[in-house]
């Protein structure tokens, strides 16, 4: 399928979901915090690296190997996380990863999210297969993933590296197909209550 030739904007009831710019380095460095890395096998420590982390994945969307989401709380423009998909396969499998300020966390913020980006990379990127690797420690994140259908498919054993650990670390892998997402109760995901694509109203228009 044909990408985008502009960046897709997505609305929610409270998140506006937009594309990175440079100048959100700064915030994204400040709150990827030490504590919050944990999670993950890379951080920006500098805003210089925040701003590495926007180049990378406005790249990606460019040479259509990944699409990445700023996720700002309405009526504020100010990126407290993000949320996307990366590792294109033929625009039929990708992995989805995710982070979010501590300072948000516990509002159902990351899971109004997911809750519209995954009806998008579905209908919208005709995806077949999304995924996700997930650290075994990070309970919060194997939580989220259930709870919109995602099933454990098993352990990869030293998956990645982890710099700052000097470490090679398992991972846990988690997906859900599409036949599956189709196959779910509404209350995974509410008709009305999914996402706006800013210019286009889609099927999934938030009421």
Known sequence: ???FAQFPVLETERLILRQLRYEDGADIHAYFT???ARYYDWWPKTEAEGRG??????????????IRWGITLKPHDK???????????????AELGYELSAA??????MSEAVRAVIPFGFHELE???IQATVFPGNEPSIRLLRK?????????????????R????????????KDEFLKLPESHFPPGQMYRLRGSISAQAVE
């Not at 948000?104 to 913020?109: E, F, L, M, P, S």
């Not at 995602?150 to 998956?159: A, D, H, I, S």
């Open 166 to 177: 000097d470490a090679w670390e398992d991972v846990l892998i988690f997906a859900l197909l």
């Open 34 to 36: 030490e504590e919050l």
């Open 104 to 109: 948000y966390q516990g509002q159902g913020i």
């Open 148 to 164: 919109f259908g995602f099933r454990q498919e098993g352990v990869l054993k030293q998956y990645t590296y982890v710099r700052y």
């Open 53 to 66: 982390f926007v180049r990378f994945f406005k790249t990606g969307f460019a040479e259509e190997q990944s």
């Open 127 to 129: 995806m077949h297969r």
């Open 1 to 3: 399928m044909p990408f």
């Open 79 to 93: 990126v407290i996380g993000t949320i996307g998909f990366s590792d294109f396969e033929h625009f039929s499998r």
